[in-house]
């Protein structure tokens, strides 16, 4: 499963840092049997999907607040085309890769993530791709515009079909019309999305457990936005030390808000002679948020997603490929895995 995800996660620790931007797209190829159209891609913008394409409908669909659509704008309508090209390119690498790598499954995914950095200042950073075949991560191409080099790392023998067009000149090229002024113009478009500032609510809540006496500790903080926090938990004014903490994953509510719990199990008498806090820094607050314990059961679970995903989208774009790993080595077994994706098989709501 870990190797699957990968390629998300990398990109992942692309976009994190505060005040850059991106644009990433994420492509999907499968070969088999399948409930999912052929090929999909999501459009992610920092970490809110703004785009859905799919090979069955060949057409680019805006996604909006809440998965609302818009009517698409002359350049997007451009998309649905160049997006087919693109998937008949992974076409032919699937066909290469099984046959090299010597794949004898009936089962096929190649997944490629590309796009391109804004900072602030609008300096612009690398362009990324990056290809992963049957869950293994493989091709690299990377290239860097303050020194206008390119940097090519193959894992496979290189594709008769390489994608890459090749020259630094079609990478600039390709970089700054299709992914560099496309992120501007998204920036300005979805600025309300992307700069928008959700408070989170925070909850210390307190459960006992009923095998040592003791008792769980949670700071739980939900609906913030952007998705840098601080969440502290405090015993007598004192940060505990991280060892002792469990969760801290950030988990996307679907919303386009996050999620975040911190948990400490405590005996019953620490709990009778230390006072437990918690503390919540994010940009929406002007001053840190002190809480206080609630003395109220905690009966909301959490859903488990795998902490590495940031957005609901591309759950449904990693449930896909787990159900297509899990296909290629369970094929004949009759059991069904649950994929979040609606009655046709598309990622496209979230
Ligand atoms: C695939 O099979 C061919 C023929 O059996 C063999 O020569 C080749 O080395 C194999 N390739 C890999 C990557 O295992
Ligand atoms: C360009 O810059 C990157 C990072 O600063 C460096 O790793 C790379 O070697 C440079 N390439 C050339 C051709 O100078
Ligand atoms: C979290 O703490 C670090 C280190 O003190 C600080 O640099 C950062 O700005 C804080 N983040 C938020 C969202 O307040």
Known sequence: MLGLLFIFYSF?????????????????????????PESQTLFMLDDIQIGYYNSKDNKFVHRGMNGLERTPDAIELELAPKLKLNHERMKNKVSYLRQILNHTNSFHVLQRAAGCQLQENDDVGIYLS??????????????????????????????????WPGGVHIAYTWYHDLCIERLKTHLAKEKNRIFKKMKPRVRLLQKTLPDSGGAKVTCRATGFYPRHINLTLLRDGQSVSDHQITGGELLPNGDETYQMRK????????????????????????????????????????????????????????????????????????????????????????
């Open 12 to 36: 992942h620790i692309l976009s994190v840092k505060s005040g850059l931007h991106s644009l990433l797209l994420f492509h999907i190829y499968l070969v088999g049997e399948t409930p999912f």
């Open 130 to 163: 990056k290809d992963a075949f049957n869950g293994e991560a493989g091709d690299v191409r990377y290239y860097n515009p303050q020194n206008d080099s390119l940097h090519t790392d193959w894992v496979w023998p290189e594709a008769m079909d390489n994608t």
């Open 263 to 350: 948990s400490l199990e405590v005996s019953a008498e620490e709990l009778q002679h230390h006072h437990y806090t918690c503390t919540a820094e994010h940009l929406s607050l002007d001053n840190k948020l002190d809480i206080s314990l609630d003395h109220e059961w905690d009966s909301v679970t959490t859903s488990i997603v795998p902490s590495v995903l940031i957005a609901a989208g591309l759950v449904c774009l990693a449930g896909v490929v787990a159900f297509i790993i899990w296909r290629r080595t369970h094929t004949g077994s009759q059991t069904s895995l649950q994929v979040n994706t609606d009655a046709s098989g598309e990622c496209a709501r979230n």
